[in-house]
């Protein structure tokens, strides 16, 4: 049912297009792109009228919808414009003190690092980072994990559901649970989560977690979901502060306290609203088009494995993974064959890999009209492999042959940089 078939009736992607890549900017469907031309062409017919009357329906509808997928209740929802907007919220309002610990792993995503460092050098924040060498088993991390919670006592610990690069997943269920014995904050980003991993909130009960819509659930970009424990509703601002401000002390009348989260959400700034607008129509999408969540997620875990397992057989190379096999979803990682003297010059510094992906990237996406991206962790090079119901094997062989090539043809000029 699934693969370029599917693809030719149900995408709209770019002649020639080769994407293996959904895990940095997420694909929508064309029914669904055409619900957000039609939200964008409502909001400028008349946008008084969209945002002042239609908006607020259709955010309290989208945040039903959403809560009912992710298991919480729609009061604990409230949207931004991405994950990185999502893990400010919470960092850029939570009252921390001076000297309060923030823990998070060495491979947390650049963007939500550069957040704690930023509150480092501003409010005096102690970051604490806990190193991972890939592969490593799920009781390994849940382990080293623990092992720094109880000496450090942090106040919160930022943690991925599936880490950016390389792709891994991480134990986040037992992370949630780890952070609740030591009494830490547990702010789970979740970026890409929503559509791969079948969400629960009342069960795990995490103080902050958010993904985003338009990743792996076919929303138009501009659409992640911040869920926040009732507790933490009056400590939590929107990014930017805006009209909806209320401070933290300030008291409400009981119903009033229940909706205090996403009244403040509701509207905090002129910006288009669209992605949220066609969350219906990429949820029903899922569901009729495609058979639902089981469907889509059976097909893409297994061929982001197959895929794996087969490319790193023709590179004669290692998938990343670990004994239990817990590592790979929709995503997978290869290791990419390379001679000692690139080996060497991705170890002798950690911004070599920029120059090679500098080198390498722009040509990929230009010329073969594909995008493997890579990484060096634990002294080797891996390329991230993304499947979504669009694809088949032969586009990891076209797109692996690809890096490979470009690579070869690309050595001196990558090692003389
Ligand atoms: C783990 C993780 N966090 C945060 C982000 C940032 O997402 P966005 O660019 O939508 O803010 C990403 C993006 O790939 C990610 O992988």
Known sequence: MFGHKFKDEHFSFGKNVVQVNNGS??????????????AIDLDHEFSDRYLLTELPGVIKNAAAQVAEFVN????????????????NTVLRSYPFAKGDKIAM??????????????????????????ELKLPLEDDEIVEKFEA????EKPKLALFDVIVSMPGVRLPFERLIEVCRKYNVLSLVDGAHAIGIIPLDLKKWRPDFFLSNLHKWLYVPKGCSFLYVDPKHHRNIHTFPVSHSYLDDEEVLSEELERTRLVDRFAFYGTFSYAGIDCIPAALEFRKTVCGGEEKINGYCFELAKDAANHIAKQWNTSVLENAKGTISTTMSNVEVPINDQVLQFLKNDKKNIV????????IMLKEYSTLLPSIFHNGKLWVRFSAQVYNE????????????????ENEARILSL
Do not use: H, M
């Open 25 to 38: 900017f997420g694909s929508v469907p064309t029914t669904v792109l055409q619900k957000y031309k039609e």
């Open 72 to 87: 919480s209740d729609a009061n604990n929802i409230v949207f931004t414009l991405n994950a990185t907007t999502s893990v």
């Open 105 to 130: 792993f060495d491979i947390a995503y650049g963007a939500c690092a550069n957040t704690i460092r930023f509150l480092s050098n501003r409010q005096g924040i102690e970051v604490v980072t806990i």
């Open 148 to 151: 720094t919670l109880k000496e």
């Open 355 to 362: 120059k090679l992906r500098k080198t390498i990237d722009p």
């Open 393 to 408: 094997l032969s586009d990891y062989e076209y797109a692996s042959d690809t890096f490979l090539k470009l690579l070869g």
